[in-house]
């Protein structure tokens, strides 16, 4: 699976968006992009994934460059329950059974009042 | 959703223990990883219909279980100090695309 590079730490001031930036300029055709986050203590969180098409759901936006050497995870309000680490992974589609997960250091998003 | 069990466990060093798993009803994929503190969770190995399909740099000595109630388990013998971590599995589809939903994770203290 491709590596990722994240920003280690970044801070949103609360009620405004958070963007957090994810690069993966190693991806293959056949490899989505994952987000987790993991509040302190707590199991991660599934959050969103794509392939090539935008994608949005409750919790957060995706956007992955037409090229998706790059991504970014969007929460359009950020609230100060959204400060967790945030997870970037990129995985193959996968033959059945095989679900491994890399995770990297992720992005420590801090949520100031 | 995917429960693990027990919360908080602590051991001796050179004994064995078994930690559990509950999977998302329908799923037939589970995943065990290792987090130690300070960093991302670590890929110990995976079970599909049963059988062990992938590990990760973990030695001989952290095996599984899955059983057909949707359950699972992960053993770990001769236990040593550095196997102190937040243990998380998750559970899947086998389907390539899908999302993977984790437990809240069992913390182990070798002491």
């Known amino acids: 699976d491709a590596k990722t590079t994240q920003p280690p730490s970044m801070d949103c001031a609360e009620g405004r968006a958070a963007n957090l930036p994810c690069n993966h300029s190693?991806?293959?055709?056949?490899?989505?992009v994952y987000w987790y986050r993991q509040i302190h203590s707590q199991g991660p969180q599934y959050i969103i994934h794509?392939?090539?098409n935008n994608e949005t759901n409750e919790m957060a936006s995706l956007i992955i460059t037409e090229d998706r050497k790059s991504s970014t995870l969007i929460l359009p309000h950020a609230t100060l329950r959204d400060t967790a680490v945030y997870y970037c992974?990129?995985?193959?589609?996968?033959?059945?059974?095989?679900?491994?997960?890399?995770f990297g250091k992720g992005t420590k998003l801090s949520v100031i009042p | 959703g995917v429960t693990q069990s027990p919360t908080h466990l602590i051991k001796t060093r050179g004994q064995q223990v078994t930690l559990r798993c509950s999977s998302q009803?329908?799923?037939?994929?589970v995943s065990w990883y290792q987090q130690a503190l300070g960093q991302g969770p670590q890929f110990i190995f995976q079970?599909?219909?049963?059988?062990?399909?992938g590990r990760g740099n973990f030695p001989p000595r952290f095996s599984g279980l899955q059983f057909p109630n949707d359950s699972s388990e992960l053993n770990v013998n001769a236990l040593e100090l550095d196997d102190s971590a937040l243990y998380l599995c998750?559970?899947?589809?086998?389907?390539?695309?899908?999302?993977?939903?984790f437990g809240q994770g069992t913390r182990l203290t070798v002491v």
């Open positions: 794509g392939l090539k």
């Open positions: 079970y599909y219909r049963k059988e062990e399909n």
């Open positions: 992974i990129v995985r193959a589609g996968g033959a059945a059974g095989s679900y491994q997960l890399t």
């Open positions: 190693t991806i293959s055709g056949n490899e989505y």
């Open positions: 998750a559970s899947s589809l086998d389907m390539g695309g899908t999302e993977a939903f």
């Open positions: 009803s329908g799923h037939n994929t």
